[in-house]
């Protein structure tokens, strides 16, 4: 009989292209629940061992030179789950700022944080504006959480926002184009991301960044979130570089 064994060539930071890397990278982390279900555990348990994939996935995006890192922590849907599991996660997210901070500090990563931010819970909140402050001056990745966040919720600010400015005569109708839609949405001064990778093996947006993805790259990995690590970013990255973006034109345009 013969057996055929495939085995998977790790992707290795020093494979890529340094000259290609993605100045921001936006990750849908998905897979918690069913990690945990897997392993015999409560869905919390899936939660919390998907922070350890979080520390692996930000120390490989420093690594490599990635400016910008945005994580989909937690999304205006969310809200909906059960009680329990989202005040779990609320904990959670406290346990980990305090935790990682130092080690943040220790890797040159600023934190700062995207959504309705005014509407988590205020230890949560104090605990994020603190670690935001001590993270400030430090010149590395910019690791980004998305919390209570939702691509529509942005764009709904945004528009609640230039209504007042046009009922004030502050804008003029006529000078509505998408670089003032921009401006008016929270998170402006964000880059759009080259790259969007989501894990745990379903095929959608889930309303993250949906203004900012019109041209982003999407990188859809089988691995549930507790067991990515950085060597599955590189391989996201290594696959982006092979890529030929074309924002519209043709190929012979883009040769040029
Ligand atoms: C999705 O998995 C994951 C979340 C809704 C929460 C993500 C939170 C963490 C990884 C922990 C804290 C994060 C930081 C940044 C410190 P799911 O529950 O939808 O999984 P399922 O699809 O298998 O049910």
């Known amino acids: 009989m013969i057996k055929i064994v495939i085995t998977e060539k ?27 279900e897997l392993n015999g555990n409560d869905r919390i348990f899936g939660h919390r061992k998907g922070v350890e994939a979080v520390r692996s996935v930000v120390e490989g995006a420093g690594e490599i030179g990635i400016h910008y890192l945005t994580l989909y922590a937690f999304s205006t849907e969310n809200w909906n789950r059960p009680r329990e599991e989202v005040n779990a996660l609320m904990g959670l997210l406290v346990h980990a700022i305090l935790a990682e901070t130092e080690n943040l500090n220790k890797n040159n990563v600023s934190l700062r944080a995207i959504g309705d931010l005014k509407s988590m819970p205020a230890e949560v909140q104090e605990n994020l504006a603190a670690a935001i402050a001590k993270t400030a001056n430090n010149s590395g990745l910019r690791l980004v959480l998305a919390l209570s966040y939702s691509g529509r919720w942005e764009l709904v600010e945004a528009v609640k926002n230039m209504a007042d400015e046009l009922k004030n005569d502050k804008i003029d109708k006529s000078s509505i184009n998408e670089e003032l839609i921009g401006k008016y949405l929270p998170t ?27 041209y982003t790259e999407l990188f859809f990995s ?24 074309r924002f519209g034109k043709t190929s012979e345009q883009i040769r040029i």
């Open 10 to 36: 790790k992707v290795d930071s020093k494979d890529l292209n340094s000259s290609k890397i993605p100045h921001h990278v936006a990750i849908i982390m998905d897979g918690n629940g069913r990690w945990a």
């Open 188 to 214: 402006f001064g964000l880059p759009d991301p080259e790259l969007l990778i989501r894990t745990g093996g379903e095929f959608r947006v889930s309303n993250f960044l949906l203004w900012q993805i019109a």
């Open 222 to 245: 089988q691995k549930l979130w507790p067991d990515y690590r950085k060597e599955d970013l590189f391989e996201a990255v290594n696959d982006f570089q092979k890529r030929e973006r």
